[in-house]
């Protein structure tokens, strides 16, 4: 046998002013940096991943996070009009993984959940499942932006 | 001294290939091996990285997402296996599941790690380093 041994599992459990930035998102405002859409000790946790070139890890992560996000509930939205359950369940399982490790929780719950629908539920609790996730996703927005402005200074 | 520097220097580039459709996670896979000192051969998902495959296997270890379009990446496990000049390579799988039968299916497939989704970057780093270790006992005992 190739590997003897298994070797580990580790189981654990804004727009003009973004323009000018050449940020393609909507920049927050400060009234709403607080909220508990993103849990920030998860996402600065990757602060010791920084590297000496003077980028900035987590701007990085938080624009793509954004970028792909943002396709992603609209991929859901569509599958769900369609009723698609294959592509809303493929695109609830990406945005999940990615929103669970940047610490975007409510996102990534909301998507648990749309990851187990199918034909059998009701179209309108599946479109407020929907609706709260493009909530959701837009407070995390706004709290990830309002961080990358100030990781920006 | 002198000896030691030149082995140092002749000691090829630890190549490994992430595959992963998610560009968050390829961003922070990608970020975390080259602090590590690797050269990282990226691909957006499992058919491209089956592509590269087909013609380069001088890759240290793998990381691959278990989920992606085109082609799976218990698939691409599988078709690693089965390739001789493959089948050295260690590969971890990464997924969103927290799944026991996919963790088993992944190991009776042929992976040597699995890392479930969220982790920390501690997690992350820990497990990139036991991967590439055991790349080197696997190569010793051959």
Same mark, same amino acid.
């Given at each position: 046998m190739m590997f003897p041994e298994k070797m580990i599992v580790l189981d654990q459990a804004n727009h003009d002013e973004a323009a000018d930035n050449g940020h393609p998102f909507p920049v927050a405002s400060a009234? =709403?940096? !607080?909220? $508990? !859409? =993103? $849990?920030m000790e998860v996402l600065n946790a990757f602060e010791e991943l920084q590297r000496d070139d003077g980028s900035d890890l987590i701007v990085e992560l938080i624009d793509l996070y954004l970028l792909d996000a943002a396709e992603r509930v609209s991929q859901i939205r569509e599958a769900s009009i369609a009723t698609e359950w294959v592509l809303l369940k493929r695109a609830a399982h990406n945005l999940k993984g990615s929103s669970g490790n940047l610490g975007v929780r409510q996102v990534a719950e909301i998507c648990q959940k749309l990851e187990w629908v $199918?034909?059998? $539920?009701s179209p309108t609790a599946v479109a407020a499942l929907i609706q709260l996730l493009e909530y959701e996703s837009a407070m995390a927005s706004s709290s990830l932006l309002a961080l990358r402005q100030r990781r920006l200074g | 001294m002198e000896n030691f520097r030149m082995k140092l220097k002749e000691e090829p580039p630890r190549r490994v290939l992430v595959a992963d459709d998610d560009p968050v996670m390829r961003h922070l896979v990608t970020t975390t091996l080259k602090q590590q000192e690797c050269e990282v051969v990226a691909a957006n998902d499992g058919r491209e990285a089956y592509r590269i495959l087909q013609t380069d296997s001088q890759f240290r270890a793998a990381i691959l997402d278990m989920t992606m379009p085109f082609l799976e990446g218990l698939d691409l496990v599988r078709y690693m296996r089965s390739e001789r000049r493959l089948m050295r390579i260690p590969i971890m799988m990464i997924s969103a599941e927290q799944d026991m039968k996919l963790m088993t299916s992944s190991f009776s497939a042929g992976a040597a790690a699995f890392l479930s989704k969220p982790f920390t970057p501690d997690q992350l780093q820990s497990a990139i380093r036991m991967l590439l270790g055991s790349g080197s006992s696997i190569r010793r005992a051959a």
């Amino acid at each position: 046998m190739m590997f003897p041994e298994k070797m580990i599992v580790l189981d654990q459990a804004n727009h003009d002013e973004a323009a000018d930035n050449g940020h393609p998102f909507p920049v927050a405002s400060a009234s =709403v940096i !607080a909220n $508990d !859409a =993103v $849990d920030m000790e998860v996402l600065n946790a990757f602060e010791e991943l920084q590297r000496d070139d003077g980028s900035d890890l987590i701007v990085e992560l938080i624009d793509l996070y954004l970028l792909d996000a943002a396709e992603r509930v609209s991929q859901i939205r569509e599958a769900s009009i369609a009723t698609e359950w294959v592509l809303l369940k493929r695109a609830a399982h990406n945005l999940k993984g990615s929103s669970g490790n940047l610490g975007v929780r409510q996102v990534a719950e909301i998507c648990q959940k749309l990851e187990w629908v $199918d034909r059998h $539920d009701s179209p309108t609790a599946v479109a407020a499942l929907i609706q709260l996730l493009e909530y959701e996703s837009a407070m995390a927005s706004s709290s990830l932006l309002a961080l990358r402005q100030r990781r920006l200074g | 001294m002198e000896n030691f520097r030149m082995k140092l220097k002749e000691e090829p580039p630890r190549r490994v290939l992430v595959a992963d459709d998610d560009p968050v996670m390829r961003h922070l896979v990608t970020t975390t091996l080259k602090q590590q000192e690797c050269e990282v051969v990226a691909a957006n998902d499992g058919r491209e990285a089956y592509r590269i495959l087909q013609t380069d296997s001088q890759f240290r270890a793998a990381i691959l997402d278990m989920t992606m379009p085109f082609l799976e990446g218990l698939d691409l496990v599988r078709y690693m296996r089965s390739e001789r000049r493959l089948m050295r390579i260690p590969i971890m799988m990464i997924s969103a599941e927290q799944d026991m039968k996919l963790m088993t299916s992944s190991f009776s497939a042929g992976a040597a790690a699995f890392l479930s989704k969220p982790f920390t970057p501690d997690q992350l780093q820990s497990a990139i380093r036991m991967l590439l270790g055991s790349g080197s006992s696997i190569r010793r005992a051959a």
